[in-house]
Protein backbone atom coordinates (compact mmCIF):
# COMPACT_ATOMS: atom_id res chain seq x y z
CA UNK A 1 0.00 0.00 0.00
CA UNK A 2 1.10 3.26 -0.78
CA UNK A 3 0.82 6.06 1.38
CA UNK A 4 -1.75 7.73 -1.58
CA UNK A 5 -3.55 4.91 -0.80
CA UNK A 6 -3.65 5.15 2.78
CA UNK A 7 -4.76 9.09 2.26
CA UNK A 8 -8.09 7.65 0.34
CA UNK A 9 -9.07 5.89 2.92
CA UNK A 10 -11.54 7.34 6.09
CA UNK A 11 -9.56 6.73 9.59
CA UNK A 12 -10.22 3.46 10.91
CA UNK A 13 -10.98 1.75 7.20
CA UNK A 14 -8.36 -0.62 5.69
CA UNK A 15 -8.77 -2.97 2.65
CA UNK A 16 -8.81 -5.91 4.97
CA UNK A 17 -12.15 -4.53 6.60
CA UNK A 18 -13.38 -3.69 2.87
CA UNK A 19 -12.69 -7.17 2.05
CA UNK A 20 -13.98 -9.78 5.03
CA UNK A 21 -17.07 -7.92 4.72
CA UNK A 22 -17.28 -8.88 0.95
CA UNK A 23 -16.02 -12.25 1.77
CA UNK A 24 -18.97 -12.23 4.82
CA UNK A 25 -21.75 -11.57 2.11
CA UNK A 26 -20.38 -14.01 -0.41
CA UNK A 27 -19.98 -16.41 2.29
CA UNK A 28 -23.60 -15.61 2.90
CA UNK A 29 -25.42 -16.07 -0.39
CA UNK A 30 -23.95 -19.09 -0.95
CA UNK A 31 -25.38 -20.39 2.29
CA UNK A 32 -28.68 -19.06 1.48
CA UNK A 33 -28.64 -21.41 -2.25
CA UNK A 34 -27.74 -24.50 -0.06
CA UNK A 35 -23.88 -24.35 -0.17
CA UNK A 36 -21.65 -25.52 2.76
CA UNK A 37 -18.99 -22.95 2.58
CA UNK A 38 -15.83 -25.55 3.33
CA UNK A 39 -13.32 -22.90 4.19
CA UNK A 40 -12.45 -19.41 3.80
CA UNK A 41 -8.91 -17.54 3.05
CA UNK A 42 -7.69 -21.19 2.09
CA UNK A 43 -3.59 -20.39 1.88
CA UNK A 44 -0.96 -22.35 1.16
CA UNK A 45 2.71 -21.33 -1.00
CA UNK A 46 1.49 -21.04 -4.19
CA UNK A 47 -1.59 -19.03 -3.19
CA UNK A 48 -5.10 -17.85 -1.49
CA UNK A 49 -8.53 -18.88 -2.08
CA UNK A 50 -11.03 -16.47 -0.36
CA UNK A 51 -13.76 -19.12 -0.28
CA UNK A 52 -14.13 -22.85 -0.99
CA UNK A 53 -17.91 -24.24 -1.04
CA UNK A 54 -19.54 -27.47 -2.08
CA UNK A 55 -22.81 -28.02 -3.10
CA UNK A 56 -23.37 -31.88 -3.80
CA UNK A 57 -21.20 -33.04 -6.37
CA UNK A 58 -19.72 -29.02 -7.32
CA UNK A 59 -17.09 -27.24 -5.92
CA UNK A 60 -16.39 -23.89 -6.39
CA UNK A 61 -13.56 -22.08 -5.78
CA UNK A 62 -14.64 -18.14 -4.91
CA UNK A 63 -12.35 -15.37 -5.65
CA UNK A 64 -14.43 -11.92 -3.70
CA UNK A 65 -13.49 -8.72 -5.03
CA UNK A 66 -14.96 -5.71 -2.85
CA UNK A 67 -14.92 -1.98 -4.51
CA UNK A 68 -16.70 0.58 -3.00
CA UNK A 69 -17.67 1.67 -6.61
CA UNK A 70 -16.90 0.73 -10.20
CA UNK A 71 -14.60 4.49 -10.88
CA UNK A 72 -11.31 2.46 -11.22
CA UNK A 73 -13.55 -0.30 -13.38
CA UNK A 74 -15.89 -2.97 -12.43
CA UNK A 75 -14.29 -5.30 -9.69
CA UNK A 76 -14.25 -8.73 -12.14
CA UNK A 77 -11.41 -6.75 -13.69
CA UNK A 78 -9.08 -7.15 -10.88
CA UNK A 79 -9.08 -11.05 -11.51
CA UNK A 80 -6.33 -10.61 -13.87
CA UNK A 81 -4.45 -14.05 -15.80
CA UNK A 82 -1.89 -13.93 -13.44
CA UNK A 83 -4.43 -14.45 -10.56
CA UNK A 84 -6.23 -17.00 -12.31
CA UNK A 85 -2.81 -19.11 -12.45
CA UNK A 86 -2.27 -18.46 -8.50
CA UNK A 87 -6.10 -19.70 -8.09
CA UNK A 88 -5.70 -22.45 -10.18
CA UNK A 89 -2.40 -23.73 -8.42
CA UNK A 90 -4.04 -23.12 -4.96
CA UNK A 91 -6.96 -24.85 -5.61
CA UNK A 92 -4.61 -27.77 -7.19
CA UNK A 93 -2.78 -27.60 -3.60
CA UNK A 94 -6.05 -28.05 -1.69
CA UNK A 95 -7.28 -31.42 -4.49
CA UNK A 96 -3.66 -32.51 -2.93
CA UNK A 97 -4.70 -32.68 0.51
CA UNK A 98 -7.94 -33.50 0.43
CA UNK A 99 -8.25 -35.99 -2.02
CA UNK A 100 -12.35 -36.94 -1.35
CA UNK A 101 -12.91 -33.53 -3.31
CA UNK A 102 -11.46 -34.83 -6.56
CA UNK A 103 -14.05 -36.78 -8.24
CA UNK A 104 -16.48 -33.64 -8.00
CA UNK A 105 -17.58 -31.26 -10.33
CA UNK A 106 -14.69 -28.14 -9.64
CA UNK A 107 -15.46 -24.51 -11.19
CA UNK A 108 -13.92 -20.86 -10.33
CA UNK A 109 -16.40 -17.89 -9.72
CA UNK A 110 -16.07 -14.49 -8.61
CA UNK A 111 -18.38 -12.90 -6.31
CA UNK A 112 -18.59 -8.81 -7.28
CA UNK A 113 -19.19 -6.72 -4.13
CA UNK A 114 -19.75 -2.93 -5.11
CA UNK A 115 -20.72 -1.02 -2.74
CA UNK A 116 -23.43 -3.07 -0.90
CA UNK A 117 -24.57 -5.08 -4.13
CA UNK A 118 -22.89 -8.38 -4.54
CA UNK A 119 -23.29 -10.24 -8.14
CA UNK A 120 -22.15 -13.62 -8.33
CA UNK A 121 -20.64 -14.95 -11.71
CA UNK A 122 -20.12 -18.98 -11.38
CA UNK A 123 -17.38 -20.60 -14.10
CA UNK A 124 -15.88 -16.67 -14.27
CA UNK A 125 -12.81 -18.50 -16.01
CA UNK A 126 -11.66 -21.53 -17.21
Known sequence: MTVSDKKK?????SAGTEGARGEALAAAYLEQRGYTVLERNYR????EID??????????FVEV???KNALR??????V????Q?????AAMHYLMCHPEAESLL???DVAEILGDALRYNEDAFE
Open 85 to 89: RRLHS
Open 80 to 83: TAAK
Open 65 to 67: KTR
Open 73 to 78: GEPREY
Open 106 to 108: LRF
Open 44 to 47: CRTG
Open 51 to 60: LIARQGNRLA
Open 9 to 13: RPAGA
